[in-house]
């Protein structure tokens, strides 16, 4: 790029993806976030400054080729944009989508405005042509995953691409994991969820669904009886933390997980022309502030509540949930109840919800977590009416495959003890990454993990000669 491009870059403003009004967008399930036009996506790839050591690769943990890709879109060869995208990131349309671009990529990014990196991602992905899967001479080995959620289809189809056979083992009756059952339709709509899964099954991954590993069958029998080479334990985190306070087991009181499963997976949002109800209340509390806090917040609103109040310990500095989350949930209604930590939930004579009793907070030093550790104020109690309310504070994993698998060590949090850097666990052959293995995260950081992961596979294999 000449000095002459690069000063006329630097003055260019930011494209800011159109979205829906807020007004409208309540009443209806349809995604929020509209994309960019082709006009708009070429004007903001020319913002690039085309970097000879582009720095926003440092912070993509699947390692997308920023840089050259938009260098393709900004030429107009929106497919191969997208084919480069493919070669480290097969889920695309998602990670457009959902991604934290402002705390990764985009936070990189040396342009005084950073360039909507995660919007030009998005618009390859929806807008180009899906390449044909090249031909990989077959090794004869084969690899399970277990889970069908962004790790599980990024090693899967990372694995398929090196030769291996790869069969994806699913509990649940739809594939993509917290893509499906966890993420609004409004976030991220289920047609292009499906179209991702359908790109990982044109590279040759199979998949079964309805398959409970630890119960269908064992870790040990997919290794003894078979004959996979090796195993990755994707199964994310779908076990609901809870608070611990008096009056959970009050009938309108759920957990996030149930909440956004009904809705999504069983598709609640379209009750009745779908078969799953999915009642809230006028006045909902949702406990927690994270995306998935969020999530169901606006949720809830779509479904008809006619307030929906977050109750959050802490200040809305140190909320954790994407800044754009936060806009969004606000600018349609959300009530923000920050510095308010709940104590019990009351209910009726019918044991259903109609109040939380609640503490006011401040806030002290910083804890492990960089935040201000929240710090009750004596004698601040109040009643808050209710009639919903919804815990989202965080989920753990389920500890099925750990019980049914010698060897198989977790931390005291119930996460699979394992290397970092690729994933592999107590046991041989056995690796793992994304919620099973850190905890809740972001889908990014889940598919980065399932990159390391199916490298190490491959590696290992190869060197054993399995």
């Known amino acids: 790029m000449s000095s002459e491009d690069r000063k006329a870059s630097l003055k260019k403003e930011r494209v800011h993806m159109r979205v829906q009004d807020h007004s409208e967008r309540i ?9 960019l036009s082709y006009e708009e996506a070429l004007y903001e790839a020319s913002r690039c400054l085309q970097c000879k050591k582009p720095r926003c690769i440092i912070g993509c943990p699947v390692n997308v080729s920023i840089r050259d890709f938009i260098a393709l879109l900004k030429e107009g060869n ?54 044909q899967p090249s031909t990989i001479p077959p090794l004869g080995t084969k690899v399970a995953i277990i889970g069908s959620g962004p790790s599980g289809l990024t090693c899967a189809a990372d694995l398929a691409t090196k030769g291996h056979e790869v069969v ?49 069958i064992t ?5 003894n009886e078979e004959k996979y080479n090796a195993i990755y334990i994707a199964s994310g985190a779908g076990a609901p933390n809870f608070l611990g306070i008096p009056g959970e087991t009050l009938t309108g009181v759920l957990s996030a997980n149930e909440f956004l499963t009904r809705v999504n997976l069983l598709k609640g949002y379209e009750f009745p022309e779908s078969d799953t109800p999915v009642t809230v209340g006028e006045k909902v ?29 802490r200040s809305e500095g140190e909320i954790p949930a994407r ?18 930590a709940p104590l019990e939930i009351f209910g009726d004579s019918k044991g259903r919800v109609i109040g939380v009793k609640c ?108």
């Open 27 to 35: 009443r209806n399930f349809e995604e929020v976030a509209l994309g």
């Open 78 to 131: 929106i497919d191969e944009a997208k084919k480069l995208i493919l070669t480290t990131n097969s889920l695309p349309a998602v990670t457009g989508r959902v991604c934290p671009q402002e705390n990764q990529c985009q936070e990189y990014c040396i342009h005084p405005n950073a360039i909507s990196i995660g919007a030009l991602e998005r618009y390859v992905a929806d807008h180009g042509s899906r390449p």
């Open 168 to 216: 994806v083992f699913e509990a649940l009756h739809e594939y993509g994991g917290v893509l499906t059952y966890g993420i609004p339709e409004f976030r991220m709509p289920k047609k292009i969820v499906n179209e991702e899964v359908e790109y990982v099954k044109s590279l040759g991954v199979k998949f079964e669904k309805d398959i409970l590993i630890g119960r269908t």
């Open 219 to 223: 870790i040990d029998e997919l290794l």
């Open 285 to 313: 509390a949702v406990v927690g502030a994270g995306n998935v806090a969020m999530d169901c917040a606006r949720t809830a609103l779509r479904l008809g509540a006619r307030e929906v109040d977050i109750i959050y310990r």
């Open 323 to 340: 800044l754009e989350e936060i806009i969004n949930a606000k600018e349609e209604g959300v009530v923000i109840g920050e510095l308010t």
């Open 359 to 466: 503490m006011r907070m401040s806030l002290g030093e910083k804890d492990s977590s960089g935040r201000r550790r929240p710090i009750p104020i004596p004698n601040s109690e109040f009643i808050f009416p209710v009639d919903t309310i919804i815990i989202a504070i965080g989920q753990s994993p389920n500890q099925l495959i750990a019980k049914t698998t010698k060897g198989l060590e977790t931390t005291k949090w119930g996460t699979f003890i394992h290397d970092p850097e690729t994933g592999k666990t107590t046991r041989d052959r056995i690796y793992t990454g994304g919620d099973v293995a850190t905890g809740a995260a972001t889908v990014i950081l889940a598919m980065g993990a399932g990159l390391k992961a199916a490298k190490a596979i491959h590696e290992m294999i190869v060197a054993n000669d399995l």
